[in-house]
């Protein structure tokens, strides 16, 4: 699947849009994505770090479009999540990189590791489970 | 129930009120229960937070989102001298597929605190559908104690 068709799926999906990332890499088992820091991803005002609520929402939408970057009305549908947080997220872009550990018929599990510097340096990660029926 | 200090009733509502820019003015949440047991906080429906085209389906996200934030508070308001917080881990479960246009509900609270640590647990339901909960999480945060709290570290230089 081309990246341009990956990103235009993404773009009509309204809670992408506000979380405002571009899809850079996708694979058959990976997607990476970076997000652009936006005053409105803010969680501590004083510091102007992310939300971590919208760290993990962003980490759920690359494992979502590494799962099923095709998907037909709405992305693939979430089970729950664990995340961990490692470091505060900076102002400034987020990288996400997505890989399913494990596709069966009827759950998808994947990892995520969020970085800013390097990879080296998470944010965060987490572990997400979608349901593909 | 203990209830709190007007004082810390006044922080509550000034912190609320200066949160400025950030998610949870987006959110746009509204306090509508508050004590040491626990808080009750609604966010109003808003398109921008929803996954369909037709705009009745929020996105994990945002519920994950919401549950982070309401932690937050939960603990500032039942932990004394908590200087910073930080999330340390967070675990969420979807319910059901949050399909909807009505407010949502979210309750959480601290239920244990340690001198370092914070653990906290929530639900989150729509607007007069109690018995359908959409979203449960739990998290736990790391608190720094100190001389400054957390509401003097927020309202710093912003006179």
């Keep these: ?133 | 129930m203990p209830d709190l200090s007007q004082q810390k009733l006044d922080q509550i509502a000034q912190m609320w009120n200066m949160r400025g820019k950030g998610l949870i003015t987006q959110m746009a949440l509204k306090i509508e229960e508050v004590s040491t047991e626990g808080v009750l906080v609604r966010m109003p429906f808003n398109p921008d937070f929803c996954v369909d085209s037709d705009q009745t389906l929020l996105h994990g996200g945002i519920l994950t989102a919401l549950l982070d934030s309401v932690f937050g508070l939960a603990n500032f308001v039942a932990i004394e001298g908590v200087s910073t917080m930080a999330t340390l881990d967070l675990r969420v479960d979807y319910l059901r597929a949050a399909h909807s246009r009505a407010d949502v509900i979210v309750r959480a609270h601290c239920y244990r605190q340690t001198r370092h640590i914070a653990f906290n647990s929530g639900s989150i339901w729509f607007d007069n559908h109690v018995g359908d909960e959409i979203a449960r999480g739990t998290a736990s945060f790391a608190l720094t104690r100190g001389e400054t709290s957390l509401f003097e570290e927020m309202t710093r230089g912003k006179a």
Aim: charged residues 20%; glycine residues 6%; without cysteine.
């Design chain 1, 1 to 133: 699947m081309d990246l341009q068709a990956v990103s235009m799926n993404v773009f009509r999906v309204p809670f992408f849009r506000f979380l405002n990332f571009d899809i850079q890499e996708v694979g058959e088992f990976h997607a990476k994505a970076e997000m652009a820091f936006d005053s409105r991803h803010i969680g501590n005002p004083v510091m102007e770090h992310y939300h971590g609520g919208i760290i993990a929402s962003f980490m759920e939408a690359t494992a979502a479009i590494a799962v099923q970057p095709d998907f037909a009305e709405v992305p693939v549908k979430p089970i729950n999540l664990t995340v961990d947080y490692l470091r505060p997220g900076m102002k400034g872009p987020l990288t996400a990189h997505a890989t399913v550990t494990r596709k069966g018929s009827r759950i998808a599990s994947v990892r995520v590791l969020s970085w800013q510097a390097s990879p080296e340096k998470s944010v965060a990660e987490g572990l997400y489970h979608f349901l593909l029926v």
